[in-house]
């Protein structure tokens, strides 16, 4: 994911990577021709002449010539260097999941107001073209929704050393599923009550989260058996129409057939990146991806986490 932040910010203007940490043995070039994890995206090539080149992050934090700060760090890291990062000046972007816990989301907002500095979470599918296709969607068909699902999973990922530590990423859930489930927060607020149950043999949910007035959203998927695909789906139903995402594409059903549905072009990481810059340039909170719903994310996902541990029980939600 660092590499692909990185490729994002080369391709604005006037914007400078003025430095980088990485704790990698390996020459950063190297370890960014070999990154990817998941993403099936073309290797980054970059020229790392002219950046500062720091082992630890608290030494980069200090450069007063840094503006802001993207922490592409396992999560359990996230809380330490925003908070650092934020106290000493600079704006931040950090990777989903937020952090482990709703404390430590709190202390990190609590940071960011207290130093007037913009906090970001970067949940990029706020910024996919298929998922802003799905948000017009459901406004449109607000009052009118029966049914949404979305679904999410892969093989475990044994490529990373710490991505498989439930210590570390929060497992599955946090890691992976919470974009599914930052989008249903975005779309429909909070649910009245949740209750999930185990999926697979390694760490997946099969959960159905309840709304006032008898919306039922489902959430499935997770870390599969190592090796398997990647795949990403929705599918979102009115009384009369339904929309859904499939790996063929994104199609539209209203009655009289499915065809293929139109959607905005753009690379949705650019979108992201490019949105968090003009933060910082203005110094406006961002409205459209605000740490609060992240934090909200994180409490949700710890919700269904506790609802699987006790093998479905229904829990209710603070709204």
Same mark, same amino acid.
Not at 39 to 61: A, C, K, N, Y
């Given at each position: !994911?660092?590499?692909?932040?990185?490729? +994002?910010? +080369?391709?604005?203007?006037? $914007?400078?990577?003025?430095?980088?940490?990485?704790?990698?043995?390996?020459?950063?070039?190297?370890?960014?021709? &070999? +990154?990817?994890?998941?993403?099936?995206?073309?290797?980054?090539?970059?020229?790392?002449?002219?950046?500062?080149?720091?082992?630890?992050?608290?030494? !980069?934090?200090?450069?007063?010539?840094?503006?802001? $700060?993207?922490?592409?760090?396992?999560?359990?890291? &996230?809380?330490?260097?925003?908070?650092?990062?934020?106290?000493?000046?600079?704006? $931040?972007?950090?990777?989903?999941?937020?952090?482990?816990?709703?404390?430590?989301?709190?202390?990190?907002?609590?940071?960011?107001?207290?130093?007037?500095?913009?906090?970001?979470?970067? &949940?990029?599918?706020?910024?996919?073209?298929?998922?802003?296709?799905?948000?017009?969607?459901?406004?449109?068909?607000?009052?009118?929704?029966?049914?949404?699902?979305?679904?999410?999973?892969?093989?475990?990922?044994?490529?990373?050393?710490?991505?498989?530590?439930?210590?570390?990423?929060?497992?599955?859930?946090?890691?992976?599923?919470? &974009?599914?489930?930052?989008?249903?927060?975005?779309?429909?607020?909070?649910?009245?009550?949740?209750?999930?149950?185990?999926?697979?043999?390694?760490?997946?949910?099969? +959960?159905?989260?309840?709304?006032?007035?008898?919306?039922?959203?489902?959430?499935?998927?997770?870390?599969?058996?190592?090796?398997?695909?990647?795949?990403?789906?929705?599918?979102?139903?009115?009384?009369?129409?339904?929309?859904?995402?499939?790996?063929?594409?994104?199609?539209?059903?209203?009655?009289?057939?499915?065809?293929?549905?139109?959607?905005?072009?753009?690379?949705?990481?650019?979108?992201?990146?490019?949105?968090?810059?003009?933060?910082?340039?203005?110094?406006?909170?961002?409205?459209?991806?605000?740490?609060?719903?992240?934090?909200?994310?994180?409490?949700?996902?710890?919700?269904?986490?506790?609802?699987?541990?006790?093998?479905?029980?229904?829990?209710?939600?603070?709204?």
């Amino acid at each position: !994911m660092g590499a692909t932040h990185l490729a +994002a910010f +080369a391709k604005l203007p006037d $914007v400078q990577v003025t430095g980088i940490s990485t704790q990698s043995g390996r020459s950063l070039a190297e370890h960014l021709a &070999h +990154a990817g994890g998941n993403l099936d995206r073309p290797p980054t090539e970059f020229d790392f002449s002219g950046v500062r080149q720091w082992t630890h992050w608290r030494e !980069m934090i200090l450069d007063p010539q840094i503006d802001a $700060v993207d922490i592409c760090l396992p999560t359990d890291l &996230h809380t330490a260097v925003a908070i650092a990062a934020l106290a000493a000046g600079k704006h $931040v972007l950090c990777e989903k999941p937020m952090a482990l816990t709703a404390g430590d989301c709190e202390r990190m907002m609590a940071t960011a107001r207290e130093h007037n500095r913009v906090l970001m979470i970067a &949940h990029v599918l706020r910024f996919w073209p298929e998922y802003e296709a799905l948000h017009e969607f459901v406004n449109t068909h607000r009052g009118r929704l029966r049914s949404a699902k979305f679904a999410r999973s892969c093989g475990l990922p044994d490529w990373s050393s710490w991505l498989p530590l439930e210590a570390r990423s929060g497992g599955a859930l946090l890691d992976l599923l919470v &974009h599914d489930i930052d989008q249903v927060l975005l779309l429909f607020g909070m649910p009245e009550r949740v209750a999930a149950m185990p999926l697979g043999n390694v760490d997946g949910i099969t +959960a159905t989260l309840n709304y006032q007035g008898g919306l039922d959203v489902q959430i499935e998927g997770g870390w599969l058996l190592p090796g398997s695909p990647f795949s990403m789906a929705f599918e979102a139903r009115s009384e009369k129409e339904l929309l859904e995402l499939t790996p063929d594409g994104l199609f539209m059903d209203e009655g009289r057939g499915r065809h293929g549905v139109q959607k905005s072009e753009g690379d949705a990481y650019d979108s992201e990146i490019g949105y968090f810059v003009e933060c910082c340039r203005t110094g406006n909170a961002p409205e459209r991806c605000p740490p609060e719903q992240s934090a909200q994310a994180v409490d949700l996902a710890l919700l269904l986490k506790e609802s699987r541990a006790k093998g479905g029980e229904p829990i209710k939600c603070s709204v």
